[in-house]
């Protein structure tokens, strides 16, 4: 079974904080994504990574910059947190091995910016 | 731009009924397309998937219906069952970029006794 696991189920950080999200698959995955999911918005696409050190912006990069310095680990960093940044954040994971895969996703993380 | 629309933020369908959940998308480009199940506090489950090339798929009480003509797809749960009470989420790909998925807003199902 893929596991996908993040650091942290609640985070609070104040305003101006600076942000770490942790993300590791056990799969050997090439593929990892970060999303950002609110009420009524669904799952929105912050930033992706086809291998390690690459990165690409998803829909709303915004405010965020990413790390992929292994393979397994993929890294989301508010450089200075602000309270519409609070939102669960998932972490998924995927292979493009065989075909047309799913993604898994991690626990996600409920931050909150006060 | 929402490319990937579920209209009805929320379900309720009695036990041992059907519930059908629909998913609309815009873009033409799209071919594969995936449900998922996301219970609160958990990550989101991968469910169901079908491609372009078929017109429907099962998989044991979930099937999933494409209808390109209509840039329409929908998921039925039969029989409904408790446990299936959660969010879900209908998503969609383009060839040529196979990695990224477009989730829609969400449909919250309960299924009531």
């Known amino acids: 079974d893929v596991k996908v696991t993040q650091s942290s189920r609640y985070l609070v950080k104040r305003t101006g904080e600076k942000v770490f999200l942790e993300c590791v698959q056990d799969?050997?995955?090439?593929?990892m994504f970060w999303y950002r999911q609110d009420p009524g918005l669904g799952l929105r696409l912050i930033y992706f990574?086809?291998?390690?050190?690459?990165?690409e912006k998803g829909d709303i990069p915004e405010g965020y910059s990413v790390s992929r310095e292994k393979k397994e680990r993929f890294s989301l960093i508010l450089e200075s947190a602000s309270t519409n940044q609070t939102s669960m954040y998932l972490c998924?994971?995927?292979?493009?091995?065989?075909?047309?895969?799913?993604?898994?996703f991690g626990p996600g993380t409920r931050l909150t910016v006060t | 731009d929402q490319q990937v629309k579920q209209n009805s933020p929320s379900l309720s369908v009695q036990e041992g009924r059907i519930s059908i959940l629909n998913c609309d998308y815009t873009n033409s480009m799209f071919d594969y397309f995936l449900w998922y199940k996301k219970y609160p506090a958990e990550g989101p489950t991968f469910l169901i998937s079908?491609?372009?090339?078929?017109d429907k798929n099962e998989d044991g009480r979930f099937t999933v219906f494409l209808n390109k003509s209509a840039k329409h797809l929908s998921l039925h749960i039969v029989p409904s069952q408790p446990g299936d009470s959660a969010v879900y989420f209908c998503a969609a790909s383009a060839s040529g970029n196979t990695d990224k998925l477009i989730f829609g807003t969400g449909t919250r199902l309960q299924v009531f006794p």
């Open positions: 998924a994971s995927s292979s493009l091995a065989g075909g047309r895969n799913e993604q898994y």
């Open positions: 799969m050997d995955h090439e593929n």
């Open positions: 079908i491609s372009s090339i078929k």
């Open positions: 990574s086809y291998d390690v050190k690459m990165k």
